[in-house]
């Protein structure tokens, strides 16, 4: 785990010329009628896009939603569909539901992999935009830990294992370019949200549901 006191990190940080912030939709390709069971013989295939498959989900970023709306509201609702037919609670569910954060540079991204829902990543994005020099902003989960600090016109990224150790990343990117950066993303990614809701009937991408979530309030 990392000390957050100790700050000689940045003197080591790589400099990006630019940041580039999305928020993926982390697609299923299959739903599994028996949430507990790890066999894939029962699976059902979910309509979804060409995506980058990582372990059995698709990481579609919010860009190339764009245009493409309707396939990714005939997923949600396939999902919907199916968890109604299996009897399964949102509890089931949920991980259908996942957002994915990264800040990207040629190529490269810094990820935030326990923030599900646009709530947490906004938490972020405030502080980022409020942040004054020298202010630090840390979190950690399982297998995942990241400082941020903002030193003078930079914003410095260390993104490391937590309990599994190492450095993955320390990146400093312009604070200027990464803010526009998230005020697109946030202006596209609302837009997008709120079409999902409208179709769906229910909003489970900018916050948990509470009231389908009681274990949260």
């Given at each position: 785990m990392f000390n957050i006191e100790d700050r000689s990190w940045i003197s080591r940080s790589t400099f990006a010329e630019s940041a580039e912030a999305e928020i993926s939709?982390?697609?299923?390709?299959?739903?599994?009628?028996?949430?507990?069971?790890?066999?894939?013989a029962s699976a059902i295939a979910l309509p979804g896009f060409v995506g980058h498959n990582v372990e059995g989900f698709e990481d579609i970023p919010s860009s190339d939603v764009v245009g493409n709306e309707?396939?990714?509201?005939?997923?949600?609702?396939?999902?919907?569909?199916l968890?109604?037919?299996?009897?399964?609670t949102y509890n089931?569910?949920?991980?259908?539901?996942?957002?994915r954060l990264h800040i990207g540079w040629e190529e490269k991204v810094v990820g935030f992999p326990w923030y599900d829902t646009l709530e947490l990543m906004e938490n972020l994005f405030s502080w980022l935009s409020c942040a004054v020099d020298g202010d630090l902003w840390s979190d950690a989960e399982e297998g995942w830990e990241m400082i941020v600090l903002r030193s003078a016109s930079n914003i410095h990224f260390r993104w490391g294992g937590f309990d599994q150790g190492g450095e993955h990343a320390n990146i400093a990117f312009p604070r200027e370019s990464l803010l526009s950066s998230i005020s697109i993303?946030?202006?596209?990614?609302?837009?997008?949200?709120?079409r999902l809701a409208a179709e769906i009937g229910e909003d489970y991408w900018s916050r948990y549901p509470l009231d389908l979530r009681p274990d949260l309030n």
């Amino acid at each position: 785990m990392f000390n957050i006191e100790d700050r000689s990190w940045i003197s080591r940080s790589t400099f990006a010329e630019s940041a580039e912030a999305e928020i993926s939709f982390c697609l299923a390709t299959t739903f599994n009628p028996d949430p507990n069971s790890l066999e894939d013989a029962s699976a059902i295939a979910l309509p979804g896009f060409v995506g980058h498959n990582v372990e059995g989900f698709e990481d579609i970023p919010s860009s190339d939603v764009v245009g493409n709306e309707q396939r990714l509201i005939n997923h949600y609702k396939a999902v919907l569909r199916l968890a109604d037919q299996h009897g399964q609670t949102y509890n089931e569910f949920d991980h259908h539901m996942w957002l994915r954060l990264h800040i990207g540079w040629e190529e490269k991204v810094v990820g935030f992999p326990w923030y599900d829902t646009l709530e947490l990543m906004e938490n972020l994005f405030s502080w980022l935009s409020c942040a004054v020099d020298g202010d630090l902003w840390s979190d950690a989960e399982e297998g995942w830990e990241m400082i941020v600090l903002r030193s003078a016109s930079n914003i410095h990224f260390r993104w490391g294992g937590f309990d599994q150790g190492g450095e993955h990343a320390n990146i400093a990117f312009p604070r200027e370019s990464l803010l526009s950066s998230i005020s697109i993303l946030k202006e596209r990614i609302r837009l997008l949200i709120d079409r999902l809701a409208a179709e769906i009937g229910e909003d489970y991408w900018s916050r948990y549901p509470l009231d389908l979530r009681p274990d949260l309030n």
